[in-house]
């Protein structure tokens, strides 16, 4: 099993739609949860990060944590297409490897005006 | 503007070169990371420092070579690269390692000859 796994894509969703992206993790130790977002040729940018069951909101993100499930998702609300990027969820590894932030495959988001 | 710097930005070099990348931040940091990513891949982790010290290898070759001067600096040293190490260097720091959420620099795009 990978480490951090996310939903296969490309993943589309017209304007104004809402864009949801699901992470899993083998590791039950970890205890910190990341998306980024990356432009093609870009370097990643935080979007969310969240550390307690339950959700997380800022702005159009939602972040949602299910530790019990390892499971974490991302909820863009009023998609625009300039959210259309590859979304990335980062965890840390647990007590053994904490120091470590594996990153999951992406997901391709297109939004479609 | 990103505050965590990469020089150069692009870097071509021949199988026989020693090189070395760059990478600094001023926002107080104490671990900073090195991640390989190629194209259509997610970052692959490399190297993280915490607190001036290795603390994760992940059993990259020895032709890469990490360096922590200082809590502000990070250096990758390469030497007898193969044509495959060609790929996008990142660099990261955050607060606390794996704990806080990773910010990246711009990164270093490498083409080794």
């Known amino acids: 099993q990978k480490e951090v796994e996310q939903n296969s894509g490309p993943l589309s969703v017209p304007e104004g739609a809402i864009a949801s992206l699901n992470c899993t993790y083998s590791?039950?130790?970890?205890?910190?949860f990341f998306w980024y977002r990356q432009y093609s040729g870009k370097s990643p940018e935080l979007i969310m990060f969240i550390y307690s069951n339950g959700d997380k909101e800022d702005g159009r993100f939602t972040a949602q944590l299910n530790k019990a499930s390892q499971y974490v998702s991302l909820l863009i609300r009023d998609s625009q297409p300039s959210d259309s990027a590859t979304y990335l969820c980062?965890?840390?590894?647990?007590?053994?490897?904490?120091?470590?932030?594996?990153f999951g495959p992406g997901t391709s988001l297109s939004v479609i005006p | 503007d990103t505050e965590v710097t990469q020089t150069p930005k692009h870097l071509v070099m021949g199988m026989t070169n020693k090189k070395s990348l760059k990478c600094e931040q001023h926002?107080?940091?104490?671990?900073m990371y090195w991640y390989k990513q190629k194209a259509k891949k997610p970052p692959e982790l490399m190297f993280v420092?915490?607190?001036?010290?290795?603390?994760i290898n992940e059993s990259v070759p020895s032709r890469f070579s990490p360096e922590c001067p200082n809590s502000s600096l990070l250096n990758l040293h390469l030497h007898a690269l193969q044509p495959e190490d060609s790929a996008l260097y990142l660099c990261a720091s955050s607060q606390e390692a794996g704990y806080s959420p990773l910010h990246f620099g711009n990164g270093t795009r490498l083409t080794v000859t």
């Open positions: 590791d039950r130790g970890s205890q910190s």
């Open positions: 926002m107080g940091h104490r671990a």
């Open positions: 420092y915490s607190y001036e010290k290795l603390s």
């Open positions: 980062a965890v840390n590894m647990g007590v053994t490897s904490y120091d470590k932030v594996i």
